[in-house]
Every structure is written in C-alpha cells, then in structure tokens.
C-alpha cells in the first residue's frame, strides 16, 4: 500500500512561484498514475495536473501553461510546479495516486489520497 505526504504549500504574493510534493511510501510508485486536485470553501474538488507512469502529462484549462507536474520515481515523489500564480489560486492541494498507471481527470478514479497542503496567494 502506498501512501502520500504533501508539502511545500504556504503564503505568497500573486506572481510568486511554489513547488508543491508530494513523497509516496511504499515500493510501487513506478505503477501508479499520480495527479493534483485542489478545493477552495464551498466549491468541489479541482483537477489540476496528472501525470502517468511513463511521463504523459494533462493539465487543467485554468493552470495550463503555470503549473507543471513531473515525477521523479527513484526518489518516490511527484512536484507540481506552480509559476504565475493569482488569487484564485488559493486552495487545499491534493495529491493522488491511481493504481495501474494511467492519468485521470476524475477524483473518483483514483484511489489514494494525501492529507492536502494549503496554498494561500494574496493580491
């Protein structure tokens, strides 16, 4: 069983970069297809980016061309790379895992879930 730990949120200025990450546990990482999600109060859940065990990529229409997802399997651990970032940014970010490899824009398809790390952005 793999688990998942968040961590790089925090409280920057509209413009400003983060990185997020997010450390899986457990020695079948290479098999999952990993993604980001975010919620903000009182809206759903918000797919982000996802990224599939051999490197595809999809992303989310209000983050295409800011944010970047990559993964780094030697070291267990997916980044979202967040440039540009706005107000409407802020949120609880998740990351998720799917088992057998392939990207999903659904929450529902996937099947672990860390504990989200807040990414606050002021104007």
């Known amino acids: 069983q793999v688990q998942l730990v968040e961590s790089g949120g925090g409280v920057v200025q509209a413009g400003d970069s983060l990185r997020l990450s997010c450390a899986a546990s457990g020695r079948t990482f290479s098999d999952y297809a990993m993604g980001w999600f975010r919620q903000s109060p009182g809206k759903e859940r918000e797919f982000v980016a996802a990224?599939?065990?051999?490197?595809?990529?999809n992303y989310g229409d209000s983050v295409k061309g800011r944010f970047t997802i990559s993964r780094d399997n030697p070291k267990n651990t997916v980044y979202l790379q967040m440039d540009s970032l706005k107000p409407e940014d802020t949120a609880v970010y998740y990351c998720?895992?799917?088992?057998?490899?392939?990207?999903?824009?659904?929450?529902?398809?996937?099947?672990?879930w860390g504990q989200g790390t807040q990414v606050t952005i002021s104007s």
């Open positions: 998720a895992g799917r088992q057998g490899g392939l990207r999903s824009r659904e929450s529902a398809a996937y099947d672990l």
């Open positions: 990224i599939s065990r051999s490197g595809l990529t």
